[in-house]
């Protein structure tokens, strides 16, 4: 699978952005997903995932609140809904897809910057 992140920006403390990241492939819907975010000077951190039928999700206690993840498998599409948005955010975000809940994020996207402002 390809993965293909988009909606980044630049944005002010406390507003909001939508990042998705379109999945090349028939079998989006047998992935799980999952965001990263990788901010200067710090390694890559998970931030929240999904699991293949939507139905579950997980969230870094950072971001737990403000941020909401979603799927929709009939546009191979991944959503991060993020509101509330803080300085500490900001980071790259990198989408990843991988086959079940017990194996590694294998297939990662190019990454978009999420800049907030204070």
């Known amino acids: 699978v390809q993965l293909q992140a988009s909606g980044g920006g630049l944005v002010q403390a406390g507003g909001s952005l939508r990042l998705s990241c379109a999945a090349s492939?028939?079998?989006?819907?047998?992935?799980?997903m999952g965001w990263f975010r990788q901010a200067p000077g710090k390694e890559r951190e998970f931030v929240v995932g999904?699991?293949?039928?939507?139905?579950?999700?997980y969230y870094a206690d950072s971001v737990k609140g403000r941020f909401t993840i979603s799927r929709d498998n009939a546009k191979n599409t991944v959503y991060l809904q993020m509101n509330s948005l803080k300085p500490e955010d900001t980071a790259v975000y990198y989408c990843a897809a991988k086959t079940g809940e017990k194996a590694l994020y294998d297939y990662w996207g190019q990454g978009t910057q999420v800049t907030v402002s204070s």
């Open positions: 492939g028939r079998t989006f819907s047998s992935y799980d």
């Open positions: 999904i699991r293949r039928s939507g139905a579950r999700t």
